[in-house]
């Protein structure tokens, strides 16, 4: 029904949310599974590392792109209207609280259910003189011949800290053997070391006792300063800007320039200071005068300064029964036919991640690499792992002289250097191998084959919403395509043209391709249904992405929604749409659905009066994805297919009511729960049950 309002100024900075403070409540999401007691609990100490994790990231770029935009005096503002500076005020105090909450779940409520199930963190006040001794040797076996402790003084200026490592500030008294008086002095705890150390079980309470590296440390530190006296010793670390900047204009080989700038990323400005929550405020003050921070940027936390280490402890302690339990996604394609080109003829093919396995993605390129009647393999490659099989095939393609080119997307965040390594591997077997365009990251997921059959050249394509990567795909939802149809196939062939030619795009039949097409095609696709609901048609706009950012995106959506259009929005991430303002967005509802795996497709439905269009795409509606990226929005033609994807990414999701969060006019988001007359439902469960043939 279309609202019966007043016009209303679309463009009003109190319709949009922050996209920094909408990332925050995403991670406050994850951090409520870490909470959730329902869950199995060392899949609760996931969920907490991996918000410590995702909370690194946020401060190594969303944090240091503001800091940096200050420091420049390059003010940019959103839709929302918050300037830089109001919205690091807003970001410190939610992640401090966030923070705290971290080590509260952890401190109060996990360590002591682990503890129960026989899981031990031995403090080091709790040590009995057997495992002191014990530890003692290890310190001096283990750790002592890597630590070199940093005295300072004007000979000896404050290290260069590297980015998360982890440190120790030590408080002194005395004279050093040159009868300097020193009272101060940094140890940096090598990367190399483990950050959780398991103790023997003959002497341990329990097969799984671990002990902290910096307990180990702060016990037995003063072996690092003879006749020195340690009055304190605090742990530290720094989170840096991790942002990579190349000016592809100014450099010939984009390739050596990310190689020089690789190691700079470890030394970036830093934006942010965890220390000890016992350490004295003299040290803090000293750690914040020679890092040029404020007392905002200081986190004191209560245990390890890097909770993502507490990861190990899902490999170390070998206990299944406090995991999900395990799956077995639906077998290859192979099983059941075994030449892939053949049943890709026959009709496509929808594969959804990780239900149906990844394997059948592998098996595609292993075969297409071993065909002899395949003349060339094109594919873009984002994000596909340092150790990728999907490479080795491709490299033993080239060697068995198939034309093979790869567009390289050297410029992943925090993939760049696997990128390298797998370039330099590509090259050195003859495959053709091309970094993109300058300006624009290639985040499209593509695979073109091109097979000789009777005579004539016929091409197989695969597209995705993933990444070609098989260790992702296995934790990672996504949809993924085999095609063989005639008009997708040659829409493929003249985007790889593009990338690798450089020449322009036209007349594309069915693909819609970012910078160019898919931006104008999803706002006129939006505007249709507002056309159609004015019309009195049945009007329908669903949507699945990671992220919703775009403005003219949002404002349309509002637009659809003043017109009677229903919009439902699945946005794992990052929404900047207020969905239930009256008069303005009444029909839009948004929910995040978040569990066991990540959810990583981008689906968008469009009803249009019955002829309805669906896509899946590598694309989020962010300005980024719109207008700095290559990326590709696929359509499925086949009804069944249509009707598939329409049941697994959308009906099931709105049904959901145990791991769905619902967003509010004001921001906030609400946990779905079961009403006392309804059904548990979960949407990942039913996919496992539907999809998974030996869910255990």
Same mark, same amino acid.
């Given at each position: 029904?279309?609202?019966?309002?007043p016009?209303?100024?679309?463009?009003?900075?109190q319709y949009? =949310?922050?996209?920094?403070?909408?990332?925050?409540?995403?991670n406050c999401r994850?951090?409520?599974?870490?909470?959730?007691?329902?869950?199995?609990?060392?899949e609760?100490?996931?969920?907490?590392c991996?918000?410590?994790?995702?909370?690194?990231?946020?401060?190594?770029?969303?944090?240091?792109?503001?800091?940096q935009?200050?420091?420049?005096?390059?003010?940019?503002?959103?839709a929302?209207?918050?300037?830089?500076?109001?919205?690091l005020?807003?970001?410190h105090? +939610?992640?401090?609280?966030?923070v705290?909450?971290?080590?509260k779940l952890?401190n109060?409520? %996990?360590?002591?259910?682990?503890?129960?199930?026989?899981?031990?963190?031995?403090?080091?006040?709790?040590?009995?003189? !057997?495992?002191r001794?014990?530890?003692?040797?290890?310190?001096?076996?283990e750790?002592?011949?890597?630590?070199?402790?940093?005295?300072l003084?004007?000979?000896?200026?404050?290290?260069?800290?590297?980015?998360?490592s982890l440190?120790? =500030?030590?408080?002194?008294n005395?004279?050093?053997a040159?009868g300097?008086?020193? &009272?101060t002095a940094i140890?940096q705890?090598?990367? !190399?070391?483990?950050?959780i150390?398991?103790?023997?079980?003959?002497m341990?309470?329990?097969? $799984?006792?671990?002990?902290?590296?910096s307990s180990?440390?702060h016990?037995?530190i003063?072996?690092l300063?003879?006749?020195?006296m340690?009055?304190?010793?605090?742990?530290?670390?720094?989170?840096?800007?991790?942002?990579?900047?190349?000016?592809?204009?100014?450099?010939?080989d984009l390739l050596?320039?990310m190689?020089?700038g690789l190691p700079?990323?470890n030394?970036?400005? @830093?934006?942010?200071?965890?220390v000890s929550?016992?350490?004295p405020?003299?040290? =803090?003050?000293y750690?914040?005068e020679?890092?040029?921070l404020?007392a905002? &940027? +200081? *986190?004191?936390?209560?245990?390890?300064?890097?909770l993502?280490?507490?990861m190990? =402890?899902c490999?170390?302690?070998?206990?299944?029964?406090?995991?999900?339990p395990?799956?077995?996604?639906?077998?290859?394609?192979?099983?059941?036919h075994? &030449?892939l080109?053949a049943r890709?003829?026959?009709g496509? @093919?929808?594969?959804h991640h990780? #239900?149906q396995?990844f394997?059948?993605?592998v098996?595609?390129?292993?075969?297409?690499?071993?065909d002899?009647?395949?003349?060339?393999?094109?594919?873009?490659? *984002?994000?596909?792992g340092?150790?990728?099989i999907l490479v080795?095939?491709?490299?033993?393609?080239?060697?068995?002289?198939k034309? +093979?080119? +790869? @567009?390289?997307?050297?410029?992943?965040r925090?993939?760049?250097?696997?990128?390298?390594g797998?370039?330099?591997?590509?090259?050195h077997?003859?495959?053709h191998v091309? #970094?993109?365009? @300058?300006?624009?990251k290639?985040?499209?997921?593509?695979?073109?084959?091109?097979?000789?059959e009777?005579?004539?050249?016929?091409?197989?394509?695969?597209?995705?919403?993933?990444? *070609?990567?098989a260790? !992702?795909?296995?934790?990672? !939802?996504?949809?993924g395509?085999f095609?063989?149809?005639?008009?997708?196939?040659e829409?493929?062939?003249?985007?790889?043209?593009?990338?690798t030619?450089?020449?322009?795009i036209?007349?594309?039949?069915?693909?819609?391709?970012?910078?160019f097409?898919?931006h104008?095609a999803v706002?006129?696709?939006?505007?249709?249904?507002?056309?159609?609901?004015?019309?009195?048609?049945?009007a329908?706009?669903?949507?699945?992405?990671?992220?919703?950012?775009?403005?003219?995106v949002?404002e349309?959506?509002?637009q659809a929604?003043q017109a009677?259009?229903?919009?439902?929005l699945i946005?794992r991430?990052?929404?900047?749409?207020?969905?239930?303002?009256?008069?303005?967005?009444? $029909?839009?509802?948004?929910r995040?659905?978040?569990g066991?795996?990540?959810?990583?497709p981008?689906?968008f439905h469009f009803?249009?009066?019955g002829?309805e269009?669906? *896509?899946?795409s590598?694309?989020?509606?962010?300005?980024?994805?719109?207008?700095?990226r290559?990326?590709?929005?696929?359509?499925?033609?086949?009804?069944? %297919?249509?009707?598939?994807i329409?049941h697994e990414?959308f009906?099931?999701y709105?049904?959901?009511?145990?791991q769905?969060?619902?967003?509010?006019?004001?921001?906030? #988001?609400?946990r779905?729960e079961?009403?006392?007359?309804?059904?548990?439902?979960?949407?990942q469960?039913?996919?496992?049950?539907l999809?998974?043939?030996?869910?255990?």
């Open positions: 029904m279309q609202e019966d309002n016009p209303f100024d679309l463009a009003n900075p949009y =949310i922050n996209r920094e403070l909408s990332l925050l409540a995403f994850v951090l409520e599974l870490a909470q959730d007691a329902s869950l199995s609990l060392l609760r100490l996931k969920f907490l991996i918000s410590s994790s995702n909370l690194d990231e946020f401060f190594e770029v969303r944090v240091a792109s503001l800091k935009q200050l420091s420049l005096e390059l003010t940019s503002i959103g929302d209207a918050l300037s830089p500076t109001a919205a005020q807003r970001i105090e +939610v992640t401090h609280d966030l705290d909450r971290q080590y952890l109060e409520t %996990l360590i002591p259910a682990l503890k129960q199930e026989r899981i031990h963190f031995v403090r080091r006040t709790h040590w009995d003189a !057997t495992q001794a014990w530890l003692s040797d290890y310190f001096d076996r750790l002592m011949p890597l630590l070199s402790p940093l005295g003084d004007p000979a000896h200026p404050f290290p260069n800290v590297i980015n998360k440190n120790f =500030i030590v408080s002194l005395g004279t050093d040159f300097r008086e020193i &009272d140890v705890a090598p990367r !190399t070391l483990p950050r150390i398991r103790l023997p079980t003959a341990a309470p329990s097969e $799984n006792s671990f002990v902290f590296l180990i440390l016990a037995f003063d072996r300063f003879p006749e020195m340690v009055l304190g010793c605090y742990q530290f670390r720094l989170t840096r800007n991790s942002n990579m900047y190349v000016d592809e204009e100014e450099i010939d050596q320039a190689q020089g700079q990323r030394h970036g400005a @830093v934006v942010r200071l965890e929550d016992h350490c405020q003299d040290n =803090i003050d750690l914040l020679q890092f040029q404020s905002a &940027d +200081v *986190y004191n936390v209560n245990g390890p300064v890097n993502n280490r507490l190990a =402890i490999d170390l302690a070998d206990r299944p029964d406090l995991r999900f395990p799956f077995r996604p639906a077998p290859s394609l192979v099983e059941h075994p &030449d080109f890709i003829r026959q496509d @093919v929808l594969l990780p #239900y396995s394997q059948s993605v098996d595609f390129i292993a075969q297409a690499a071993k002899p009647e395949v003349l060339a393999i094109k594919m873009t490659l *984002y994000r596909t340092k150790q990728s080795e095939h491709l490299a033993r393609a080239a060697r068995a002289g034309e +093979v080119t +790869v @567009v390289m997307e050297l410029r992943a925090f993939d760049e250097e696997a990128n390298i797998l370039t330099s591997q590509l090259q077997a003859g495959a091309v #970094y993109g365009v @300058v300006g624009y290639t985040h499209a997921k593509l695979c073109l084959v091109v097979r000789r009777a005579g004539r050249l016929h091409r197989y394509a695969h597209l995705g919403t993933g990444n *070609y990567h260790g !992702t795909a296995r934790l990672y !939802t996504d949809f395509l095609t063989a149809n005639a008009a997708i196939t829409d493929l062939h003249k985007i790889f043209h593009m990338l030619g450089l020449g322009r036209h007349d594309l039949k069915h693909l819609l391709a970012s910078p097409t898919l104008t706002i006129a696709k939006i505007q249709r249904e507002i056309e159609h609901a004015r019309e009195g048609k049945a329908l706009i669903q949507a699945r992405m990671n992220s919703l950012i775009e403005p003219q949002i349309a959506l509002y929604s009677g259009v229903q919009v439902n946005v991430g990052i929404c900047c749409l207020r969905p239930g303002i009256p008069g303005v967005s009444t $029909n839009i509802h948004m995040s659905v978040m066991r795996f990540l959810e990583h981008r689906v009803l249009n009066d002829d269009e669906l *896509y899946c590598s694309a989020d509606w962010m300005p980024r994805n719109f207008f700095r290559v990326e590709v929005a696929f359509p499925i033609l086949d009804k069944k %297919l249509r009707q598939r329409m990414a009906e099931l709105l049904q959901d009511n145990t769905a969060w619902e967003l509010q006019a004001d921001g906030a #988001y609400i779905r079961p009403a006392p007359d309804e059904v548990a439902s979960t949407a469960q039913q996919l496992l049950q999809l998974s043939p030996s869910h255990l």
